[in-house]
């Protein structure tokens, strides 16, 4: 079971939890649209998400009768199979960008897979690291670290300012920074260019990227 959720899953989780103590049964897909002020295909998007993240199960595939495996939202954020984790900016899988920070924004994890203490999320832009299965929108969940070795897929800050996830690699006069596409070039850095924020440990699909 993929087990973290956006911020907009999570409300939309509470949504149906809500409605479906107040109905006895879900709402049907144009009751959601019009409560929540979507379209018919942004509730199908989240009920197919929610159901292959395992927190929700309909009988058949097209039914309206939907179990929630995961009902109680405050084990989610605080108890102990779930914990919150920041995202904390965006970075590049691709040229390397700005660093640029988006503080208040989070995401729940299974604490059972993600048990480092200080671990944080980033939003990738880019696709160089498509071969690794990192993708343009993913979220990719970080342990904290200030060095990495050879093969691990890291986030670097480039000369202070820009941040990008690659692949690393050390050489005696040199520090590479490999993409996961042909389509984009090995980058040398000297030694003092790079500093080392995290390893990356796991991916959150973005929601494009589902059907």
Not at 58 to 78: E, F, N, Q, S, V
Not at 167 to 181: A, D, S, T, V
């Amino acid at each position: 079971m993929n087990a973290t959720l956006s911020p907009k899953q999570i409300n939309f989780l509470k949504y149906l939890k809500k409605e479906i103590k107040r109905r006895g049964k879900a709402p049907s897909l144009r009751e959601a649209a019009s409560d929540l002020n979507i379209s018919h295909t942004a509730v199908a998007q989240f009920i197919r998400v929610l159901e292959s993240k395992g927190f929700l199960r309909r009988d058949g595939r097209y039914g309206r009768t939907i179990h929630l495996l995961a009902p109680d939202l405050k084990k989610t954020t605080t108890g102990k199979r779930w914990r919150q984790i920041p995202v904390i900016g965006k970075i590049a899988a691709g040229l390397p960008l700005y660093a640029q920070q988006e503080w208040g924004s989070t995401v729940i994890v299974d604490a059972n897979m993600f048990r480092f203490d200080q671990l944080f999320a980033l939003r990738v832009r880019g696709d160089s690291m498509k071969n690794a299965g990192i993708m343009q929108g993913d979220l990719v969940i970080c342990e904290p670290r200030q060095f990495a070795n050879d093969g691990e897929i890291v986030v670097a800050l480039i000369n202070g300012e820009e941040a990008t996830v690659k692949r690393f690699f050390l050489k005696k006069r040199h520090i590479e920074l490999r993409p996961e596409n042909e389509a984009y070039p090995v980058m040398q850095y000297e030694f003092g260019e790079v500093l080392i924020q995290g390893k990356v440990i796991g991916v959150q699909r973005g929601p494009e990227h589902f059907p």
